[in-house]
């Protein structure tokens, strides 16, 4: 979809929660494929790259000695169809390689896979096929499947983790029941992350979210780990396989 301009809208220089055991950097490409209405960075999804790969490049190797991961965010990194030459240029500093994804270009996700050059993915599962207008226009169920058919079961040497961001006005807790369905009957074992959504910074404005349900009272299919963010316990909520 694009090569043209400069790929990231800015760095964050640290983070230890974004790439689950590795102290990471995240890079964040500029631009979206969807409109999904919690989003929290709209000035990423309209804008334009600031930076270049030399630009981030030069700051990794700073950072060299500091950090162990990379993680590729946005926006949506997949849009650019250069994405994999950035990641094999990004290999050249040392470090693992994450990605972040909403799964509708799934050819440039099998690009990266057949080449060696993603080590971990998480891959957002925006809601079951039926209620996914109310989340986000221009959603592409069709290469959702793909993609899913390419990360699970998850390839050898990758690790694969997806994610669900929840909203009272948007989802309710069948939906999510829904989800972990698909994913076990499908034969993900890996994590799966339900992150309740923020409001007060949203691409389209929302009231806050009211929950009428408790982690606890889902149905987890057996043998999905499943983890809850932001539900109003003190920290997140794991539910075991």
């Given at each position: 979809?694009?090569?043209?301009?400069?790929?990231?809208?800015?760095?964050?220089?640290?983070?230890?929660?974004?790439?689950?055991?590795?102290l990471?950097?995240?890079?964040?490409?500029?631009?979206?494929?969807?409109?999904?209405?919690?989003?929290?960075?709209?000035?990423?999804?309209?804008?334009?790259?600031?930076?270049?790969?030399?630009?981030?490049l030069?700051?990794?190797?700073r950072?060299?000695?500091?950090?162990?991961?990379?993680?590729?965010?946005?926006?949506?990194?997949?849009?650019?169809?250069?994405?994999?030459?950035?990641?094999?240029?990004?290999?050249?500093?040392?470090?693992?390689?994450?990605?972040?994804?909403?799964?509708?270009?799934?050819?440039?996700?099998?690009?990266?896979?057949?080449?060696?050059?993603?080590?971990?993915?998480?891959?957002?599962?925006?809601?079951?096929?039926?209620?996914?207008?109310?989340?986000?226009?221009?959603?592409?169920?069709?290469?959702?499947?793909?993609?899913?058919?390419?990360?699970?079961?998850?390839?050898?040497?990758?690790?694969?983790?997806?994610?669900?961001?929840?909203?009272?006005?948007?989802?309710?807790?069948?939906?999510?029941?829904?989800?972990?369905?698909?994913l076990?009957?499908?034969?993900?074992?890996?994590?799966?992350?339900?992150?309740?959504?923020?409001?007060?910074?949203?691409?389209?404005?929302?009231?806050?979210?009211?929950?009428?349900?408790?982690?606890?009272?889902?149905?987890?299919?057996?043998?999905?780990?499943?983890?809850?963010?932001?539900?109003?316990?003190?920290?997140?909520?794991?539910?075991?396989?």
């Open positions: 979809m694009s090569d043209g301009g400069l790929p990231f809208y800015d760095i964050t220089p640290f983070t230890a929660i974004d790439y689950p055991g590795r990471a950097a995240v890079l964040w490409v500029a631009g979206c494929n969807l409109r999904c209405a919690y989003c929290y960075n709209p000035e990423i999804v309209a804008a334009a790259g600031r930076l270049g790969v030399d630009d981030a030069a700051f990794l190797a950072r060299r000695g500091l950090l162990d991961g990379i993680v590729l965010s946005g926006g949506e990194p997949t849009i650019r169809d250069d994405l994999p030459a950035i990641m094999a240029a990004l290999r050249g500093a040392g470090m693992a390689l994450k990605l972040d994804t909403n799964g509708m270009r799934p050819a440039v996700v099998r690009a990266l896979l057949e080449r060696g050059l993603v080590d971990a993915i998480a891959c957002d599962y925006k809601a079951p096929p039926g209620r996914i207008g109310r989340v986000t226009p221009g959603f592409d169920a069709g290469a959702f499947r793909e993609t899913l058919d390419l990360l699970v079961p998850a390839p050898a040497g990758v690790d694969v983790a997806f994610r669900t961001t929840w909203h009272s006005a948007l989802l309710d807790r069948a939906d999510i029941e829904a989800v972990m369905a698909d076990a009957v499908r034969g993900h074992r890996g994590p799966y992350a339900v992150q309740h959504a923020r409001t007060g910074h949203t691409l389209r404005p929302l009231s806050p979210s009211q929950p009428d349900w408790r982690p606890e009272d889902l149905v987890v299919p057996d043998g999905l780990s499943v983890s809850f963010e932001g539900f109003g316990a003190a920290g997140p909520v794991c539910l075991p396989a």
